[in-house]
């Protein structure tokens, strides 16, 4: 397959990401100084040799699997462990995993040394449509996820579709909810091409498929995030879903992950905008049956009141001046930002108890 080239136009923070089958081999050529490598235990498992043999950095950083590591007290581990290996500022960082690898590392590299490049090899498919594009980097704390961060960007991002053959059903699905989601917030065609085949999205064997829509929605990212970097207005949409999605996600503690938070997420934004007559029944129902078709969860269970999950997203960092920030969408492929009424949230949530 063709390499793909999608340009992050962000004048001196401009970058490339690079998409296609085997495109991870050109990690051997990176030339941004003495290369750090950090990664999980599972993908440490699966592609360790490959790290080791084709990026050939000095030193790689593992940490265990999973959102539970994304925490402050890691970053500083990855910032000791370069400065122990006596990395300087001519570094480069390089992230080679999910989301969680990719959000810490990225902000491991803004305050190691007060920023240090690193460049993101995604291998989830959520890190390839999403978390690996635009520089938002960041770690959990126990009062919310991502509560603390910085806006960082990469070097240079490579996605190789192949990573996806070891992916589990289950991430490849999380991705899927982020797709949905770039979807029903920016591009309808996006949507009915998702629409004609959402089974054969979740075995992701067509590669060729998916590599186009991993490429549309760089595409539409990288556009977002080029007209608003650090989110003064327009990039707040790529939260539709996300601000129930967060609150679940943390309530369950985390049993719930982030691309089924979101699933969720986008079906109360949903009843939300039906509610204020914005969208169409029509439309919700086709965002619905797609979730659906694809084996995301599209209802909560009755453990979660409807009061916590309010409370929570009211702290999540997306609310100003004490109202919540909604992201809903008024039609398919066009969003759209409003503080609603608490009660009015109250009631989105009650609505999509299964
Ligand atoms: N920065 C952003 O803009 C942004 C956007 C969306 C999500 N996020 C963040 O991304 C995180 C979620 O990312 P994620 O879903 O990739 O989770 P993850 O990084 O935890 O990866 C999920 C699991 O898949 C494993 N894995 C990774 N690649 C694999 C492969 N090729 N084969 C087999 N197993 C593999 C990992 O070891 C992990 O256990 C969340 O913390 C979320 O907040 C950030
Ligand atoms: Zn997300």
Redesign the pocket.
């Known amino acids: 397959m063709a390499v793909e080239t999608v340009r992050v136009g962000l004048e001196e923070r401009a970058y490339d990401i690079l998409i296609g089958s085997g495109v991870r081999e050109r990690a051997a050529e990176l030339a941004y100084g003495r290369l750090l490598t950090v990664t999980?235990s599972?993908?440490d498992e699966?592609y360790g040799e490959w790290i080791d043999t084709v990026i050939g950095a000095d030193f790689k950083f593992i940490f265990p699997?999973?959102?539970a590591s994304?925490t402050p007290v890691t970053v500083i581990d990855i910032c000791r462990y370069a400065a122990l290996e006596k990395y300087d500022r001519k570094s480069c960082f390089v992230a080679v995993?999910?989301?969680?690898?990719?959000?810490m590392t990225g902000f491991a590299a803004a305050i190691y040394m007060r920023g240090v490049r690193f460049v993101q090899i995604p291998?989830?498919l959520?890190?390839m449509v999403?978390?690996s594009v635009?520089g938002?980097?960041g770690v959990d704390i126990p009062e919310g996820?991502?509560l603390v961060g910085a806006f960082h960007q990469p070097q240079l991002v490579l996605i190789d579709p192949d990573?996806?053959k070891?992916?589990?059903g289950r991430?490849i699905r999380?991705g899927l909810a982020?797709i949905v989601k770039t979807a029903m917030i920016l591009d309808a065609e996006l949507f009915a091409e998702l629409e004609r085949d959402p089974a054969g999205l979740v075995d992701a064997a067509d590669f060729g498929r998916m590599a186009r829509i991993i490429r549309r929605c760089c595409e539409l990212k990288a556009a977002v995030v080029a007209e608003d970097e650090r989110e003064a207005g327009l990039r707040a949409i790529l939260n539709y879903g996300h601000t129930f999605g967060h609150a679940v996600e943390m309530l369950s503690g985390f049993s719930i992950?982030?691309?089924e938070g979101v699933a969720i997420g986008m079906c109360a934004a949903a009843e939300l905008a039906v509610a204020s007559g914005t969208l169409s029944r029509a439309e919700a129902d086709r965002q619905k049956a797609l979730l659906q078709a694809v084996g995301l969860p599209v209802s909560l269970s009755r453990r979660f009141a409807v009061d916590k999950v309010v409370d929570v997203m009211g702290r999540d960092k997306k609310s100003a001046d004490g109202r919540i920030k909604v992201v809903t969408v008024d039609r398919i492929g066009h969003a759209a930002v409003g503080q609603p009424p608490l009660e009015a949230i109250a009631a989105a949530v009650e609505a999509i108890y299964a």
């Open positions: 999980d599972e993908v699966r699997a999973g959102e994304k995993g999910g989301g969680v690898v990719g959000d291998t989830t959520l890190a999403d978390s635009g938002k980097t996820k991502n990573f996806l070891t992916l589990p991430e999380c982020e992950s982030h691309g």
